[in-house]
Every structure is written in structure tokens, then in C-alpha cells.
């Protein structure tokens, strides 16, 4: 017996060892060497037990396969329970097979048939078919069935053997036994000493889980296999330490020896070109001539047999560095001959930052490239290269269009406009197709599971479906996205997106986007920025006119962007009574005068403006001309109590609080939130963004001292207007992240009734246990990296409380609970670096 699928109590135990010496078994596998495999079921840990070099037993003929199968069926299970299924291997899918094959083969000691359903599931996210376990040789063409009970079921499974390895380490041949009988133990043990003579084994790799991840691209052959390579310390650093030790070890020691007995599958050292030393897997060998495959950069080449050494035991410990993976948004798409190239000419032999996705076995990444001052999505780029470009519309400059339609205004002035083309047309079309496809489906079906910067997919608006493609995700349920052919950018619920039907999804991606982003030539005139009112004023003409004729004078290929004359149908072509000329006469492009903050005595700010409220337009990068005496100021305490959250709640002086710490400045000023209430602050945060992204922007009346939501980084806050500032900027403070911000005038909203419930999250602290006191930068850097965005408990001391809640401030001890053995007392450690840095002093 080679595998046991065991649970920690004795019954268990016995019931699943498929012989009568169950206890003399179970002594044996106390005493010997395992590999252990976790598998979780709820709060209990099962495990798969098997010996680390049990050798399966050799594939037998197929006539034997059947002889079997026909005496386990019949003499093992009741006729009347047996499956009405089809008994052919080959009437299972390749690609059901090939999951199992997967499967097995990381089971190199055999697995038991009854713990496959669930290693199945939990791999491929899909229920195993229950019915396959009571009839095994469905599966006898793509592994070994050795049964070893008279249930069915109680069979162990072996992936059949392997000899034959391409340059990308894949089986292409499978090797059966034809002397019709069953390998002994010692002649398996033989046949594994020639197929592996070294018996090296090397750990497996480690997908990155922390931190920013790096990859160099290799190679490719389709973007479902895309050769990479890990770039950190523990990958390409260690490698190329190991490399280096290589060189050192083979070109010093003496008695390091060529490899003798090549065979297909053994790992060797090789001594490559430039006088490097690499590790390799022997793919091939003919005569003199060994082609190999270099584990840890993923290209093969033929070498002499004397430049090939046995690989010393000190160079298996690091994992193989090449590893594959699957290129996230191009998978339908993976063997594409003209998508392929494109990726193979943008990725091969550079570095990305990556996106991982999903992690298993080939994990799914999204490629970035960062060496610009815009991060690039690379699949997103490369999945252009299906478009259609027939349809794709190129203006001409000094050209003139009519029937020209404008989507969507900017609060640059920026616009995208569709002009009547191919591609429109065949945009409609499959819109249409999409529209009767789903008239008849249940959209649900095609809910989106995995959504992904990039990714394209569907969104019902106004009654029909559009292509839109997800820009920013903020929450699992709230993301951006930017309607392919209108320009509009929008939050909205993962829930409402829809999959592209696989039957259409080459159709709408081969169709380029037909929004064109376009500037009015000549605007803004003398100002460099565009003011509120000319945005509206913009807006308005624009957006309530069906269409319009437009002229094209630049086109700017860096940007992207056409600049054009727009026309009214009954004013075209003249110049005068373009949009243009209308816009830069009106009278919407003065700046109001800079607004400055005064500091009284007592320290509170205040405005010089007749009164603390200001609107939003007469705000806008102005100075406000009026201003008041000092008395009418109104100090920074004296804030509306009217529908204020009620205060947060604390624990009692000396007990203890989880928190969180959002912001360290130093031990006299940091900020906590409490820990249990998080889960209720994201909910908020995500309604909020939905909220805000669909409602229309009104002006604000802005008062000091006064609650609002803002727009900070694709992100809405709650915020209280601490100072109004010079060029239509605000200086407010974040009531649940305890951090100030400067804010424009246009990101700041009313806050709404319904987001006012929940309690401001912010507490400010200061650490108690050590004397308040100037705290130097070397202090304060050492306080920040011990609590900063960590969970810590809180030991409260004192509240000193205040009108408002954010002005409340707690002395507090503060905890790290997070080591097994020890607790830390954040005062105790800042108290000895202050000892420390006195010393250095």
C-alpha cells in the first residue's frame, strides 16, 4: 500500500487502510517518513498520507486493463447498484481527464481513488462525477487502477509513467510494460534509478503572495503558456547566487564529476556558454549530443556530453525559477497567431510588474509595464491587436463630418464624439444580436466572477447593452468603468456586468472603440484651465443637441486626441458661429481672486470673506474680494450639532480594545480606529462610491467647520472643511482615517442624510508609559514602522473629551499580540530606542 487518506482518529483510520492489517500498518507509517498533504473540510484537517518513494506499479496492456475491470465489476458490486454509464475510457471528455492527470501527477506515491472527488473540487471549483468512482477504468487510459479491496472504490491510482519530456518539460509519450505481468518492487525500484538516477528532488515554486511582484518574460508559445520569471530575492537573486556558486563549486573542486548514464528526465549541471552554470533537465540524448532544458530560464539547446556534470546536492534546494502562466482577458484568444506575435514583441526579455489574479498551477496575471509616467496594462494593449481595422475610423485633418454626435463632456473640456462610419454600423449589428441572445437567456448565467483592470465586458444602459471596460476597482462590489464607444466613465456594481457570450466575444472585440476623444481647437483662450462655468455652459449646448458637423484641425497622436471645430447643423461651416467662437465670447472664463487663511492668536483659521459660506462658482480658483473683521470670524470649535453621527463609543479606562492604527505621525499623535467596526466602514465606503458616482454634481455652498463628502484618489470620504485655500482648493480632515487632505472644490458633495449614521472612525491617541516630549525624526520613524497599519489592542488610560468627536483624544497603552509566544508593549520597546539614540547622541 502507498497512500492512506487518513483522519487523526483511530476509527477513521482503521476504516479507510484498505487491508485487515490495519494496525500493523498504522504502526509502520508512525515510524516512517511521509509526505503529508493538507486538505480542509470545514473545522476539520484530513490529510493524505503516503510514503515519499512508494514506486507505482507499470501500466498494464489494455486487454489486461479490461480483464480486470470485468473481474472487480462483476465479482465486487451488486449488479443492481451498478451505473448505467458508458463503460469506454473514451467516453469521458480530454479535458476532464487531463484535470486528473493534473491531479495525479503530483501524487508521484499513488492516490486513493475516494479522496479524488475532493481534491478535484477544491483544484477546479466543479463537483467530481460521483458515479466515476464505481467504475474506475473509465479513467484507465490516462492512469494506473490498482485495486487493493473488494470495493471498487478502495483503489489507489498512479499517473501513468513518463519518458519522453519536450523543451517545455510537457509528456509527449507514454511507456507501458509488454510482458503483461506486474513489476516487481525491486524492478520498479530500478526502472526509477534509470529514469532518475540522481533521485534529486527540488521544492516547489512559491508564487509571490506579499509585496509588489515582479516577472521577466521568457518566452511563448500562446498566451496560456507564457514562460516567466519571479524577480525578487527569493527568486532571481537566489538564483543568481546559486549560479554563482555553481561557477565557483565546478571550477574550483576537483572532484566534481562528469555525469555518467545520461538518461531522458535527469537533472544535470551544464556548463554553458560565457562560462556559465546552469541547472538543466536532460530532454533528449543522441550519441554525443545531449539536448537539454534549462530549468531556471526556460530555453533548450543542444550541448557536448562533457560539458555536462552531476548536479551536487547544495543546488537543489532552490526551486525551479521558470515557472508558466496564463495571460489574464486573453485566454479564447491564446492561439491567435497575430495576438501571439504582439505579445511576444511587447513582453520577451523585459520586466513587468504583475497582477496576480488567480494562483494555482499556471496562475492567471495581468502584465504592467511601469517605466513610463503611465502604467501601462499590458494585456489590455495587446488584445488591440484583434481589432478589425477596416473599421477603426482615422479623421482627416482640414476634413469636415456631419451627423456627428457628442457623448460626453469632461471637466477639462475634453469630449468624445461618433461619427457615422463602418464600425458604427457594425457595432449596432452584434448589439442587436447581443440584445435577441439575451431576450431568450437568463442573464445571471453570465454574471461576472473575475472582474480585472482591462476586461471587457457588458452593461445594460438606457435599455440596451454597451461595451464597457472596467478601469479602477475599489470594493468587491464597486468598480469603475469607461463605455467603449460613448467616452462616459462610470462606478457601478460588479453585480450589474455581464460576460460577453463566448459565440460573439471575437465579433465585439474585433470592432475598435467608437468614441473619439477630441478638444475645441483654440480653447481655453489665455487661462490654461477651463472654469466650472464654461464646463456647464459646454455641456449644455453640447449634450442637448441630437447631432453636429465638425471640422478637424490638428490631429495630436501623442494624446490621442483630435482638435475640431463644432458646428450647429443650421451654422455650418461658419467660423463665427462655431461652438468655439460662441463659447470663447461668453463670458465664463474670469477666475474669481485667490482666497487666502488667516491664523488668529488663539489658533484657529479663518477666511477674510463676509461670511464662512462660499459657493462652489464663486470659489473656483478665485480670491473672494470682500472681507470682514476678525470679530465675525467663526472659531473652528463651533460646529452644527444638526444630524451629527452619534460619538463612538470607547471601552472603559483600563480595558482592553482591538484597533487599528491608520496613522502614525509619532507616540504623541497617531490614529485608531476600532477594529470591529472595519466590516461596517467598507460598507459604507462602497455605498458611497456607488452613490456619488451616479448622482449629478450640484454647486456646493462650502461653510467651514461643516461635514461633506469628497473625492480623494477614486475614493469618497467623509470630510469636515477645516480651511478654504487659493485656486478653488479646500483643506479638509477624513473623519474615519484621521488624515488631512487638500481637496478641489469640485470633488467635494453635500453628505447625505444616509451617511451620516455610522460613527466617525478616527480616534486621535497618544501613547502612554512615555514622557511627552519633542519627538525626534529616528523616534518617530521607529514608532511608525512598529503600529503603523497594524492591528494592535489598546489599553485606554484617559479621554480627554471635546464638543466634537474628532477632537476627542485617548492616552492609551498599545499592544502587539501578533508573535505566538510573546506580547509587545509598544512604550517598553520606545522607551529603550530612546535610550538607544540618547547613547548615540
Keep these: 500500500m502507498c497512500l492512506v487518506s487518513f483522519k487523526m482518529e483511530e476509527e477513521a483510520l482503521q476504516e479507510i487502510l484498505p487491508c485487515s492489517n490495519c494496525l500493523k500498518l498504522s504502526s ?99 463537483k467530481f462525477p460521483e458515479d466515476i468512482l464505481n467504475n474506475l477504468e473509465l479513467l484507465s487510459d490516462v492512469c494506473i487502477v490498482d485495486y487493493v479491496s473488494e470495493v471498487p472504490r478502495k483503489a489507489i491510482l498512479y499517473a501513468k509513467p513518463q519518458r519522453r519530456i519536450d523543451e517545455n518539460l510537457n509528456v509527449t509519450e507514454k511507456v507501458q510494460r509488454h510482458d503483461g505481468g506486474k513489476a516487481t518492487a525491486e524492478q520498479q525500484c530500478e526502472e526509477a534509478k534509470d529514469q532518475y538516477p540522481e533521485n534529486i528532488t527540488v521544492p516547489p515554486l512559491i508564487i509571490p503572495s506579499e509585496g509588489s511582484v515582479s516577472v521577466m518574460v521568457l518566452e511563448l508559445k500562446n498566451t496560456n503558456e507564457v514562460l516567466i520569471r519571479y524577480v525578487g530575492k527569493d527568486y532571481s537573486s537566489a538564483q543568481e547566487q546559486m549560479e554563482d556558486d555553481m561557477k565557483a563549486y565546478y571550477s574550483q573542486n576537483s572532484t566534481a564529476s562528469l555525469a555518467q548514464s545520461l538518461t531522458v528526465g535527469q537533472l544535470v549541471a551544464v556548463h554553458a556558454e560565457e562560462d556559465a552554470w546552469l541547472r538543466a533537465r536532460i530532454i533528449s540524448v543522441e550519441d554525443n549530443r545531449i539536448k537539454v532544458c534549462y530549468v531556471d530560464h526556460g530555453f533548450s539547446e543542444f550541448v557536448e556530453s562533457n560539458s555536462v556534470y552531476k548536479l551536487q546536492k547544495q543546488f537543489n534546494s532552490l526551486p525551479f525559477q521558470a515557472a508558466k502562466c496564463k495571460l489574464a482577458g486573453l485566454e479564447v484568444f491564446c492561439d491567435d497567431p497575430v495576438l501571439v506575435k504582439t505579445v511576444e514583441s511587447q513582453t520577451c526579455s523585459k520586466i513587468f510588474a504583475v497582477e496576480i489574479l488567480e494562483k494555482s498551477d499556471i496562475p492567471l496575471l495581468i502584465l504592467y509595464d511601469t517605466s513610463g509616467e503611465d502604467d501601462i496594462n499590458i494585456n489590455a494593449t495587446c488584445l488591440k491587436a484583434l481589432y478589425d481595422k477596416s473599421l477603426a475610423l482615422h479623421l482627416q485633418v482640414d476634413a469636415l463630418y456631419t451627423n456627428v454626435r457628442v457623448t460626453s463632456v469632461f471637466s477639462d473640456g475634453s469630449l468624445y464624439c461618433q461619427v457615422p462610419s463602418k464600425g458604427l454600423s457594425r457595432l449596432s449589428e452584434i448589439l442587436q444580436k447581443l440584445e435577441d441572445y439575451f431576450h431568450y437567456k437568463q442573464t445571471s448565467d453570465f454574471n461576472v466572477s473575475l472582474p480585472f483592470c482591462g476586461k471587457i465586458c457588458l452593461f445594460p444602459s438606457k435599455g440596451k447593452w454597451a461595451r464597457v471596460e472596467i478601469r479602477i476597482i475599489h470594493t468587491r462590489r464597486a468598480l469603475d468603468v469607461q463605455f467603449m464607444d460613448t467616452g462616459t466613465v462610470a462606478t457601478v456594481k460588479v453585480s450589474e456586468l455581464r460576460e460577453i457570450p463566448p459565440q460573439f466575444l471575437r465579433e465585439v472585440i474585433a470592432i475598435p472603440p467608437q468614441a473619439i476623444k477630441c478638444c475645441l481647437a483654440d480653447l481655453p483662450p489665455n487661462t490654461g484651465m477651463w472654469t466650472p462655468d464654461a464646463v456647464l455652459w459646454l455641456r449644455d449646448t453640447v449634450m442637448n443637441c441630437p447631432e453636429f ?88 470649535s463651533a460646529v452644527s450639532t444638526t444630524d451629527m453621527p452619534p460619538p463612538l463609543p470607547l471601552s472603559k479606562t483600563g480595558e482592553l480594545m482591538d484597533v487599528y492604527v491608520s496613522v502614525a505621525c509619532h507616540p504623541g499623535h497617531f490614529i485608531v480606529q476600532p477594529w470591529k467596526e472595519l466590516h461596517n466602514l467598507e460598507a459604507l465606503m462602497e455605498e458611497m462610491i456607488l452613490y456619488y458616482s451616479r448622482a449629478e454634481e450640484k454647486p456646493v455652498n462650502i461653510e467651514k467647520n461643516k461635514l461633506y463628502a469628497a473625492k480623494i484618489e477614486n475614493q469618497w470620504y467623509r470630510v469636515i472643511i477645516k480651511g478654504i485655500l487659493r485656486n478653488g482648493f479646500l483643506s479638509v480632515y477624513e473623519l474615519d482615517y484621521g488624515k488631512h487632505e487638500f481637496v478641489s472644490i469640485e470633488k467635494v458633495q453635500p453628505l447625505m442624510d444616509t451617511f451620516r449614521k455610522l460613527p466617525f472612525q478616527a480616534i486621535t491617541a497618544q501613547l502612554a508609559g512615555v514622557k511627552s516630549q519633542q519627538w525626534s525624526e529616528e523616534a518617530s520613524i521607529v514608532f511608525r514602522n512598529l503600529v503603523e497599519k497594524k492591528p494592535l489592542v489598546a489599553q485606554i488610560q484617559a479621554v480627554n473629551e471635546s464638543t466634537n468627536s474628532w477632537d476627542r483624544k485617548i492616552v492609551t497603552f498599545l499592544v502587539d499580540t501578533s508573535l505566538p509566544d510573546t506580547d509587545i508593549w509598544i512604550h517598553d520597546f520606545v522607551s529603550q530606542s530612546l535610550v538607544e539614540f540618547s547613547k548615540d547622541d
Excluded: C
Design 28 to 126: 509502520l507509517w508512525m515510524s516512517t517518513s511521509k509526505s503529508v498533504e493538507k486538505v480542509h473540510r470545514g473545522d476539520q484537517m484530513d490529510g493524505l498520507l503516503y510514503p515519499a518513494k512508494k514506486i507505482p506499479p507499470m501500466a498494464k496492456s489494455d486487454t489486461e486493463q479490461e480483464k480486470a475491470s470485468e473481474n472487480v465489476t462483476s465479482s465486487k458490486v451488486d449488479p443492481l447498484l451498478k451505473p448505467n454509464i458508458d463503460t469506454r475510457p473514451g467516453s469521458l471528455s480530454s479535458d476532464f481527464k487531463q484535470k486528473v492527470v493534473n491531479i495525479l501527477l503530483k501524487y508521484s506515491s499513488g492516490l486513493w481513488a475516494n479522496a479524488l472527488p475532493k481534491l478535484y473540487q477544491d483544484t477546479y471549483q466543479v
Design 549 to 636: 458637423s465638425m471640422k478637424v484641425v490638428k490631429q495630436d497622436d501623442s494624446k490621442g486626441i483630435a482638435h475640431v471645430y463644432l458646428f450647429a447643423p443650421e451654422n455650418f461651416p461658419d467660423m463665427d458661429h462655431s461652438v468655439n467662437r460662441q463659447i470663447k465670447n461668453a463670458d465664463l472664463w474670469k477666475h474669481q481672486k485667490d482666497v487666502f487663511l488667516s491664523v488668529s492668536p488663539s489658533g484657529t483659521s479663518s477666511t477674510k470673506v463676509t461670511s464662512d459660506a462660499v459657493s462652489a462658482q464663486q470659489l473656483t480658483s478665485g480670491r473672494l474680494e470682500k472681507s470682514v473683521s476678525d470679530s465675525a470670524r467663526e472659531p473652528s
